[in-house]
């Protein structure tokens, strides 16, 4: 299955994450002119001798909702690549050389997509830019599997980064620019998103055991890592600044650096809140929030990607 495809519209999606022990599901539900609708959210920690298939069997009884899965961090490599001069065609050939050299596991064992990053004509320097997504092509199939097991009909496989773009996409401020912050366990990943297309995705070495552990070192850290990134996207992509910061939230630690990234940064920094871009009746647990809203970024993909 190619990443990043859909084969076709319906009104109806599931996203699934699965990080680690933790397996989130989100399903929405979409109506012409109006704001998602949130009606199915749900949450299970793995135990060692817990069946995965059961466990997303369980959350998702019956279900023929199309599945979008997000590929957790550390499953895939983002690669940030000079975009080959070749026919359409040949694209993904061509790209799949290039980065043969970049990844820790063999070429023939990689699963290799593309996407390409706009408004490469006013690039101030080099040759234009893109994406290559690459991953280990039997992680891949253990997902499908899974799914598959589960009697899900699985249609879009993604990666964290596009989750985080279709949070921001919903949002205002993606308008003119959103950088997006999602802390794992051990590590980060932050996006610079604008009018609905990816420019930057970064991974950060500082998750959520650092904050708990490190305290304002590592609020401070986090903050010289998204001012570098930020610094990048400016000097490489020849787009405007960008207009705020959302963090995603679901650890206890949240609030906290928000209040030290607003001291440290010049623009808005706000938590990310799910009600802003779909209703729902449904209470969202306090804990896994930021793998709830992965699941959701995966659920609101809509638009197929041709290169």
């Known amino acids: 299955m190619k990443l990043f495809r859909k084969r076709a519209r319906s009104h109806t999606a599931t996203g699934m994450h699965l990080s ?3 397996l989130t599901t989100a399903t929405i539900a979409q109506q012409r002119g109006r704001k998602p609708e949130l009606v199915q959210a749900g949450c299970r920690t793995l135990s060692g001798d817990t069946d995965p298939g059961r466990a997303l069997h369980a959350l998702l ?81 253990e997902h499908i599997d899974l799914i598959e097991s589960a009697d899900l009909d699985l249609q879009i496989i993604d990666i964290t980064e596009m989750a985080l773009r279709n949070l921001a996409a919903r949002l ?23 009018q609905g297309s990816l420019y930057l995705g970064r991974r950060l070495e500082t998750g959520i055991e650092h904050l708990t552990e490190g305290g304002a070192d590592a ?47 010049s623009f808005e920094v706000a938590g990310y809140r799910a009600e802003e871009v779909v209703s729902s009746n449904l209470e969202l647990p306090e804990e896994h929030q930021s793998e709830l809203l992965i699941a959701l970024g995966g659920a609101l993909r809509q638009e197929e990607v041709s290169l």
Not at 75 to 89: D, F, K
Not at 124 to 134: I, K, L, R, T
Not at 172 to 194: F, K, N, P, S, W
Request: charged share 25%; aromatic share 6%.
């Open 20 to 22: 680690g022990d933790v």
């Open 61 to 141: 009884p019956g279900s023929r909702t199309p599945v979008h899965l997000v590929l957790p961090e550390g499953q895939y490599e983002l690669l940030l690549v000079e975009a080959p001069r070749v026919e359409p065609s040949e694209l993904r050939a061509a790209v799949r050389w290039k980065v043969r050299n970049l990844i820790d596991f063999h070429i023939d064992d990689a699963v290799i997509d593309v996407f390409e990053i706009p408004g490469q004509d006013n690039r101030p320097q080099g040759q234009a830019m893109m994406y290559a997504v690459a991953a280990r092509a039997r992680q891949v199939r």
């Open 172 to 194: 205002d401020e993606d308008v003119r620019g959103l950088a997006m912050l999602y802390l794992g366990d051990r590590h980060g990943i932050i996006t610079v998103t604008r």
């Open 219 to 265: 609020q401070a850290q986090i903050a010289l890592e998204v001012q570098r990134s930020l610094d990048y996207y400016d000097s490489h992509f020849g787009q405007p600044p960008v207009a705020a910061l959302r963090v995603l939230p679901g650890f206890e630690a949240h609030q906290r650096l928000v209040a030290s990234l607003q001291e440290n940064l």
